[in-house]
């Protein structure tokens, strides 16, 4: 077998050494002359191209599976933001509710501290569904019992207009002395 190896020459074409421009590299071509070692040289090149495209093709196939699932996995996040998004979005609702609730007793509580100024803020004792019961019996009876004063004041001064009338009526009725 005779094989000569050949340095290329440069690219710039200015046809100078390399060994002084340490940035350029030397390329060497084998050439080899027609025969059974350059047939053999084919054939584990043609061998090993054909494995490099089968390690090739088999990359090809697990990047496409690595697509798929890197497609899968931007899925999943969108679907994690989307849940996300809603978790805040009824964390937000939550939250507001519970501050109108808040607001709402501490109205009522103010309406019945000036409902009764006497209790001083003593809510414990109206614990139970009784104890809620009796108090509202109490206030239902000192409502009536206002009413009820305020009815027989009204039928008091009715009766007094009517006395007052068949007074005047009367009067007028009697003759004339004079």
């Known amino acids: 077998m005779s094989a000569t190896i050949t340095p290329l020459p440069s690219r710039s074409g200015d046809g100078g050494e390399t060994a002084d421009r340490p940035d350029r590299k030397t390329i060497f071509v084998q050439s080899l002359e ?92 109206y614990n139970s569904f009784e104890a809620v019961s009796r108090k509202l019996g109490e206030l239902e009876r000192s409502t009536n019992q206002r009413a009820k004063r305020k009815d027989v004041l009204r039928a008091c001064l009715l009766s007094a207009m009517l006395i007052a009338t068949a007074t005047i009526f009367g009067l007028s009725m009697l003759p004339a002395s004079g």
Do not use: N
């Open 34 to 125: 027609p025969g059974p070692a350059r047939d053999s040289f084919v054939a584990e090149t043609a061998t090993k191209i054909e494995q490099l495209q089968a390690a090739v093709q088999l990359v090809m196939r697990g990047v496409e599976g690595l697509t798929g699932k890197v497609a899968g996995l931007e899925d999943a996040g969108a679907l994690e933001d989307r849940w996300y998004a809603f978790h805040q979005s009824e964390k937000r609702s939550r939250e507001s509710k519970l501050d109108e609730a808040v607001r709402c007793c501490r109205d009522l509580k103010a309406r019945l501290d000036r409902i009764e100024a006497r209790s001083g803020g003593d809510y414990h004792a």
